[in-house]
């Protein structure tokens, strides 16, 4: 029989059920020198660094690199930030591809392109970030920016272990998995680490598929060890909103398009819902009503 053993850093153990929900992190392509040079957003420490640096570097332009929904939302939100510390600068998002949030509609993109020029967020499509020299930052397109600090969303991918697995696996590295979420009979993956396929096209990461699939699983283990047949996995899309850091937002919520205070509300009412922990909870609460009745995001 196989052994099932999973190694950590420094024990290993053994297990009846493995569930994997490691998630995903930022991707640099391999390129190592943007990894020590960039800052990225993966937790809340990164997020951290990110706010010390926009008030401790010498910097004249911030460069976000990526023009998805992580993009757009740093970008919004460092305006945001730069505003409550009554800070001039220049925001600039950098895209690889020849439009911001490239899959999403036509209306969409025109309302955050909108709002994006409202925070003064310059955009610069067809264009790669290529080297950073100190604080030197070099595109593609021979423009320079000096100095400026980058912070890279141009993607993510699964963890290294994951990767190593030797088992299907879709793009960014994602598991392949049953209907059952399953890899092996006792191996169930879950959340952004696993392609799970709805329609033709793996499910898009997002907090709600991790969610429902988590509380799946927990089930479905109990039913195999009281020897019962487990139940498949049925994604059920609620819909998604592109928050920006000034009460804007658009989005398809049930197949609804929504867009503004609305579906600023929805966001911020799924994020409470589904945060754990009351302090949590009171701090999303906090930040709304303070983006509510706060002096705004002044742009000079
Ligand atoms: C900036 C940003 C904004 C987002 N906004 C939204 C949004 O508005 N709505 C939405 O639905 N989704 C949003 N997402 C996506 C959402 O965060 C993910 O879809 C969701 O967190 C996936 O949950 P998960 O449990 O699969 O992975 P995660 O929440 O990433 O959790 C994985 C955990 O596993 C840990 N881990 C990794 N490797 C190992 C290892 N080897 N050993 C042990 N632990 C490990 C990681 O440290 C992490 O804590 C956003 C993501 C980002 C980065």
Redesign the pocket.
């Known amino acids: 029989m196989n052994q099932r053993i999973v190694h950590g850093q420094t024990t290993s153990y053994e297990y009846d059920y493995l569930v994997i929900?490691?998630?995903?992190?930022t991707n640099f392509y391999g390129n190592d020198d943007m990894a020590r040079k960039a800052f990225k957003?993966?937790?809340v420490d990164d997020a951290n660094r990110i706010c010390e640096a926009v008030q401790t570097s010498a910097f004249n332009t911030a460069i976000v690199v990526g023009g998805g929904?992580?993009g757009i939302?740093?970008a919004t939100n460092l305006r945001r930030r730069l505003s409550s510390l009554n800070v001039s600068k220049q925001i600039v998002i950098v895209e690889a591809s020849g439009s911001i949030l490239n899959t999403l509609p036509e209306w969409m993109v025109r309302y955050v392109k909108e709002n994006l020029a409202h925070l003064k967020v310059d955009v610069l499509v067809n264009s790669r970030v290529e080297c950073i020299e100190n604080n030197r930052v070099i595109l593609s397109d021979g423009r320079v920016f000096d100095p400026s600090i980058v912070i890279w969303a141009a993607g993510v991918q699964t963890?290294p272990?994951v990767r190593d697995m030797k088992s299907e696996k879709a793009e960014q590295g994602r598991l392949n998995v049953t209907d059952y979420l399953q890899m092996e009979e006792h191996i169930f993956s879950?959340?952004?680490?696993t392609a799970f396929v709805d329609n033709g096209h793996p499910l898009r990461?997002?907090?709600?598929?991790?969610v429902a699939q988590?509380k799946l699983t927990g089930k479905n283990i109990l039913r195999c060890l009281h020897g019962q047949g487990m139940r498949p996995y049925r994604s059920v899309d609620r819909g998604?909103?592109i928050?920006m850091a000034n009460l804007h937002a658009c989005g398809e919520l049930m197949g609804v398009q929504c867009k503004g205070l609305p579906a600023i509300f929805m966001?911020y009412s799924?994020?409470i819902r589904r945060s754990l922990g009351l302090r949590k909870k009171m701090r999303m609460l906090r930040d709304l009503l303070k983006s509510l009745f706060g002096s705004g995001i002044v742009v000079s």
């Open positions: 929900a490691a998630g995903t992190h957003l993966d937790n929904y992580t939302e740093i963890p272990f879950i959340g952004d680490t990461m997002a907090v709600q598929f991790a988590g998604y909103i928050p966001h799924m994020c």
